[in-house]
């Protein structure tokens, strides 16, 4: 059988009523036809109160920062690009030094990880999301970054505007299948309780609504924002419960991916380094909308001067040589569980 949450697959002890599975330490119940149902998991509070064991591979976190940072180059296969591993190493720069997030509360999955626990497959990606807001509670400010490859696939629930799901592409998509914007938003978005605040930032083709938060916010002129409703047509619950999710992402649903460098060790995506390098370069604390404004101003240079980057701190300028536009971004978009005013409330992290 295949355990429920991260799809490993082993064997059922003949007369066994329960299962746990020694990757996650999710336990199933093998009920007497055979089929399973989830019992409990280790990103979950069980019964009774009391923090869940972590996983092997993971950090245990103190304190009230956590991020996850995903960066596929998909290296060696005909997907490949050549800026995510660098996005993530210049966002894990700016959450610490910026941010202050410590080291040990930032979890990176990359395809260049040795660690098998900390490559970027569907499995693994899951199981991370979950260490993301496990046991999250009050106070708690909560990152995931993802850089690589998105896609959309046929909607198989109705619950999208275009019939179409947004997806995220781990390293093994091609075997092991895509992350849908579904089981993305019940991993990351639907577990954040009061007081709890994440910011998904994806740089990656057709992201614009990943996270399927129901308010989507477009900047018109002279920066009026505007919210459109973007809740599911089924009537399914696609929200929080209390807390906060903002999701920044690199463009719109059709989109399409580009990425016009070969070489990889000096490359950074352009979303990623626009973002960057409005949050580095501020003096002062930025609100959402001079932050999405600053950004848009950013990608524009960068798509007339792939060289352009100035904004960058002296400790990372010197080793990045192109920024790429590898998601096609052409402006910032930001989608959000609560509709808020972004002119007035300070961006932090």
């Given amino acids: 059988m295949e355990c429920g949450h991260c799809g490993t697959r082993f064997a059922v002890p003949r007369g066994a009523r329960t299962v746990e599975c020694a990757r996650c330490r999710g336990v199933t119940r093998v009920d007497r036809h055979g089929a399973v149902g989830f019992v409990r998991n280790m990103f979950s509070n069980i019964a009774g109160g009391g923090r869940t064991k972590p996983h092997p591979g993971y950090p245990r976190v103190q304190g009230n920062k956590r991020a996850l940072l995903v960066g596929i180059n998909y290296t060696g296969t005909a997907s490949q690009l050549n800026g995510p591993i660098n996005d993530v190493k210049c966002m894990s720069f700016l959450l610490s030094i910026k941010y202050a ?6 979890l990176i999955l990359t395809d260049e990880q040795v660690d098998p626990y900390r490559r970027p497959t569907r499995s693994n990606i899951l199981v991370a999301m979950r260490w993301l807001v496990q046991d999250c509670s009050s106070g708690d400010s909560l990152v995931f970054h993802f850089s690589g490859h998105g896609n959309q696939v046929e909607d198989d629930d109705g619950d999208e505007l275009d019939g179409q799901d947004e997806t995220i592409c781990p390293l093994d998509w091609e075997q092991n299948g895509q992350i849908r914007d579904d089981e993305i938003n019940e991993t990351i978005v639907r577990p ?52 906060h999710a903002i999701l920044i992402s690199g463009c719109a ?62 400790a990372i300028a010197p080793h990045v040589r192109e920024v790429v536009n590898f998601s096609g971004v052409q402006e910032p978009q930001l989608s959000s569980s609560d509709k808020f005013d972004i002119n007035r409330t300070t961006f932090m992290l």
């Fill in 101 to 106: 997030f410590p080291s040990d509360s930032i």
């Fill in 253 to 314: 649903e059709n989109d399409n991916s580009q990425d016009g460098s070969d070489d990889e060790t000096m490359v950074i995506g352009a979303l990623t380094y626009s973002l960057f390098a409005a949050a580095w370069s501020a003096h002062r604390p930025l609100t959402y909308g001079q932050l999405l404004s600053k950004t848009k101003a950013i990608i524009a240079d960068c798509n007339k001067d792939s060289q352009s980057h100035c904004n960058l701190p002296a």
């Fill in 192 to 243: 954040l309780v009061h007081g709890v605040r994440l910011h998904a930032i994806i740089d990656a083709c057709r992201s614009g609504t990943v996270l399927d938060l129901p308010n989507l916010c477009q900047i018109k002129r002279y920066g009026k924002p505007q919210w459109t409703d973007h809740s599911p047509l089924n009537g399914a619950s696609k929200n929080t419960s209390g807390g």
